[in-house]
Structure formats: structure tokens, C-alpha cells
């Protein structure tokens, strides 16, 4: 089989606007599909002539609503149209010209005169079945039971509940054979997207950034990241696959630094993220796709723990994971947070260590255990606040700090640790609003311009408590550093090679 092709979905309400989207982006794509359910004014005989003015291959496409598209009218209409444009496209290969290479008809779209004059004009007939309510059970049974000819191509997609089916579709996959498209869609299904290679798809789609609200909910990535981050070209089936999972990962900057990374040292690789409610289903998809190691991020550095085979001695005294590599006996873990934190933040205060600075922390999860392991280490004074204030005080008897609630209550104990402050949970993530009770944890507290504010959250750049602080004349630092040194660390677990920064 060839490499999988990158298909790009043309939503353009004119011919000419979808020709300008072809052109722009010709160099990261394969093939087109026209999807004429969205063009404002639809004529056979241009339709027709669009393949060849497109100088690519291209897959003709009437979607109906019911399957996600923009076609209302009755499926005769529909059908009459295809002839019509079927008729148009012999008229263009009479002339010398090409037509199109392939034609979606749904599973339940069954006419045997189409089916007879697409294959007259030389069209591939795609075989498609869409589920945007859930997941179609084993795909190979379903791809079974559309009983689709030689001159077809059966395509699945659907709607996963859980990775839990994004992974049942990976391993209904090798049991197919020959040319096929199975996709999931959405978040959860990006995967599914990238790794077109390890399904064994004929191709994946993308769309522009800026589409329609209809097909951006469908999971599709952009051609330019699809290519530039991920490399989608030039990954095989002997491509190892790493990755980052988490819940809801609605922001993460490591599939760029690891797979730039792995561009810059000539591995073959590629690091990709993976939504997983729960780490059980993030390890059952590992294991099912052949994953070498993960990034754990946010809710799953402790879940994650008794999954691990052997720990290294940073995370049993942190009591928290964010690196896991499967190893011969099973998952190792590591953490590289504390390193990450410790070599940003002695860079940011221009400090050599932390001896004889008090300093507070905010909040008392997974994050906040390593940056405390990584403060103490230092010979820092530290304080956590939590609104959980048990949560505080089991941290803080196990690495000998003092504790207090996060709230005014704890005001006079703040600013008694206010040399350093800093933020480890995800208040503020994605919000540029002004400072507010919601996403800015210690709203209740007045910088007076002498702290040293550092972030953990790196989007945006400038968190709403960053901001606050910086206008009180605060030096603030976010988490990009963090997470650009932790990720050097994670890179050499993985690949046995220094990170080429």
C-alpha cells in the first residue's frame, strides 16, 4: 500500500474560492474533495471542469444533513444531480480532459444507473458510513457487512463516547485488508487523523483553520499542522509513536517541541496527544497502538501510578508521574517536572538556590508536588494553599512545609511567604479575561510590586494573574520554560538522545 494521502475538504461557497484554497495550500496536500453541498451556486458542466482546473485528484461530494453536510433537498434530486454531472464529466474526457477520481455515495445511497455510470466515466466509488451519535461497533464487521465492490473504497466514521473507542477502532483495523478510510471524529479522535499510517487508511482529511462550524467539529487538522507539526508525509508503519495524554488537553505546546525535536535529530518518529478521560484508557490505547512513552499531564499524574512497573526515585518522593516509557518488563515512570521547574525558575530569579526565601505555592495537585520536591531541594521556606485544605496539610507533612487555606482567611500568611509565588493550577488556562474571583486563584491578595511571580500555565502567554501582578510592577514568569525543559528531559527517556534545542 502506498503512504496513506492527505486530503484537503473544500467547503468554499464558490468554485473559485475552493480553486484559491487549492493553490494555497498545494504544496502540503494530495488530493480535494468538493463538497458541492456547500457551494451557493451549483452548475454541472463547472463542477465538472473543476478537477482538471484543480491539476490534483479530487473526490466529488453532495453530503446530506443527516450525515453532516448541507444538502436539504430530496435524495431524487439529489441522484439526478450526480447523473448530471456525470454526463458533464464524460463531455470533459471527451475533450482530453480528466473529471473526477472519486465520488462519496453513503451506504444507504444504493442506485444501481449511478453506480453504473460513475464507474463509466472511471470514478472510484468511496463507500461511506457516518455516525455522529457514537461508535459503530467493530469496524471491520460493519466494513463487512456494507458488502462494497472491487471498484469501492468502504469509509467509516463516527463520534466516540471514549478512547476507549478510538482504540477499539485501531484494533478492528488489522483485520482489514486492501483500501479503506476509518476515522473518529472529534477530539478524542485525533489519533485517528495522524496515525492514517498505523489504520492502514488510503487517506486522512483536513480542512482549512477557518471552516465551517460543520466540519471543524468533525476533528479535522489543518494541512500546515498536519505536515509541519506532525510530519504526516513522511510517517511509515515502522514510525515509533509517542505522546502526550491528559483531560481535557485543551492546550498543549509538546507535539511541537517533540516532533521539531525529532525532525532536528533525523529520528523517525512522532509525538501526538491523546485524550483520555481516565489513564486506564490512555494505557489500553498505548499498548493496543504500540506507544513507547507518554507525556502525563493534568488529571493523571497520580492515577497513573499503579499502572508503573518501576518508579524512579523522584517520583516516589513527589507521589506524582508525568513521564511513562514502556519498557521490556512494562511502563516506567519518571518526572521530569521538577528538573523542568527547578532549571526555569533559578534562570528567572537569577538565583544560584533558595536558601532563606520564603516562598508560597498555590494549590495542591499533581503539578504542585513537584514544584514543592523542586523548592525543597532548592532550601526554599515554603507555604501551600489549597482550598482543600487537607490535601495542603498531607503535602506539606510529607515535605515539611507549613500549610493554609486558600483563601482571604490566609491573607497575613501569604504575604509572609511572598517572596516567590507560585501558581500550580490551571486557574486561568485559556482565559484572557481581566483578573477575576473565577480565574485568578489568589484574587483576594494586593501585590505590592516586590514579588516574583512565576505561572506553571504557559496559555496565554500572560495568565489573568500574571497580568495583575504586572501592572502592581511584579517580574512574572509563565510555564513555557517549565515545559520546554521538562520536555528536553521526556525526549531523552524516550529516544536515548540529548534534545538539539
Known sequence: MTRPQLCMTLTGTTLEENLKNINDYR?????AELRVDFLSEIVPSQIAAFRDKAALPCILTVRRKIDGGQWQNSEDERAALFERIFGEILKVQVAGGNGFDFVDFEDDFRDENLRRAAANVGLTIIRSVHNFEGPVGDAAERVAEMGYSENEIPKIAFMPHSLDDVTSLFESAQKLQGNHILLAMGE??????????????????????????????????DPVTLNETYHFRELTAETKVFGITGWPLAATSSPALHNEGYKKTGLDAVYIPVRAQTIDEAIHFDEAVGIGGMSVTIPHKESVMPFLKELSPEVSEIGACNT??????????????????????????????????KVSVIGAGGAACAVIYALKKLGADVCIFNRTVGKAKILAERFDCAYAPLDESSLQKLKEYNQIIVQTTSKGMKNTEPANAENDPIFFYDFDGSELLFDIVYVPEVTPLMARAQKSGCRVCNGFDMLRYQGYEQFKLFTGVEYNG
Open 27 to 31: 504544496r502540503y496536500i494530495d488530493m
Open 188 to 221: 478524542l479522535g485525533l489519533p485517528s487523523r495522524i496515525l492514517a499510517e498505523k489504520l492502514g487508511n488510503f487517506l486522512t482529511f483536513c480542512s482549512l483553520p477557518s471552516q465551517d462550524s460543520s466540519i471543524s467539529s468533525l476533528g479535522h487538522l
Open 324 to 357: 511513562i516509557v514502556h519498557k521490556s518488563d512494562g511502563w516506567h515512570g519518571y518526572n521530569t517536572d521538577a528538573p523542568g521547574f527547578s532549571k526555569s525558575l533559578l534562570e528567572f530569579t537569577a538565583l544560584e538556590n533558595l536558601k532563606g526565601k
